[in-house]
């Protein structure tokens, strides 16, 4: 066992509690110099104190253990005199102590037993008296005797059969609405509506609705517009890819903040917003440049097709990005021949200029489109055709 103290000699201070949340500590604001005070001043006392204190050697012999052995023996427990009580020891006494404060803790602000916090319920406090559960408010009896554990609702997540069917949503039985309301024949045709989706979503075994898929905007390789990536893409050199989105980003910018367009009546955009309002979404004003002047078809020049070594022209349609691709090469091109030094605002100025249909591209789109429709007659010609006459 630990050896023991007595309290007899031990400086009263070991011993006596502080109190950290006084209210006299808490309403001064001098509070903390003061205790520094009082604590350096007590050890002082207790040093000089224990310093002229006559040495006791009895009861130190007192306390020490009677028995010689490690386990201990019949008279292990017997310490000190008979008629002197066991003391504590150090460790159980600051248990005690620490059980105290923590259930006294709640004045000073801390966390300590949940009783100094919350008060009591009325419920249990009825419950355990009798004579208050005969005295209290029928109102409160009843709401007592009631309460079971159980609630008037479930909780389950999975709906019973017999709330999915339409029967159970006629709004006709039981004395409802008559059946030539409105309202019955629009929950009927909803529900007829809704019986497929639902039959196809238990059929393929889901619980739940299948979530909507993501758009494709939210994937990290196509997070930027097509037009976009493609117009950057373009304008791209030996591979530096940060200073071609630095040049769209320009572009975007200069798109945004430059006057509405005025359109050429013989040269206009594709159907789309107002000319005040493109500047409000550049990339919906890029779409709309790129589109309207981009070709429907391209010319392939086929090789002896004609007789005699005369090429054959042939138009084939283009996809989307097909077409976009010429429309930009054909504004890079245009670009070119400006005097800006920037890139950024030579195709910028390009792009309003095709807008307002004074830029050149109008011109090679009609062109190829002439071109076009005067080969239209060759659009069927395959290689078989070749040795015929």
Known sequence: MPPRLNHLLTP????????????????????????????????????????????????????????STKEGGPGAEQQGEPGQDQLQSVSEEAADIAKIKAKKAGACGDVGAPEWEHGTPVEDILKRDKDAMKNAPKIMRDEIAARKGTRSYSTSARLSQGHLEPSSFDLTKDGGLPKDDPSVTTVAQMLENATPDEATREELGYKFDVPEQLPRSEHLRFRYDPVVDQFTKLIMKDGKL????????????????????????????LPGPPAPQLP??????????????????????QRGAAGGGASLPIPIPLRVRQRRRAALQWI?????????????????????????GRSSVWEHRAAIHKLGVSARTNVNWSPAQRGRK
């Open 12 to 67: 009263l201070s070991l011993f006596r509690s502080s109190n950290p949340c006084s209210s006299a500590a808490a309403a001064s604001p001098f509070s903390t110099t003061t205790r520094n005070r009082d604590v350096a001043g007590r050890a002082v006392r207790t040093a000089r104190a224990s310093a002229f204190a006559p040495k006791s050697y009895p009861l130190s012999m007192q306390q020490r253990r009677m028995n």
């Open 242 to 269: 940060s200073l071609a989105q630095r040049n769209m980003n320009l572009i975007l910018d200069h798109l945004r903040t430059s006057p509405p367009p005025k359109i050429d009546s013989t040269r206009p955009l």
């Open 280 to 301: 409000l979404n550049p990339i919906l004003y890029l779409t709309l440049i790129i589109d309207s002047v981009a070709p429907l078809l391209r010319i392939r020049q």
């Open 332 to 356: 890079i091109a245009a670009s070119e021949k400006r005097r800006d030094t920037r890139l950024a605002v030579r195709l910028a100025n390009e792009l309003v200029a095709v807008a307002e």
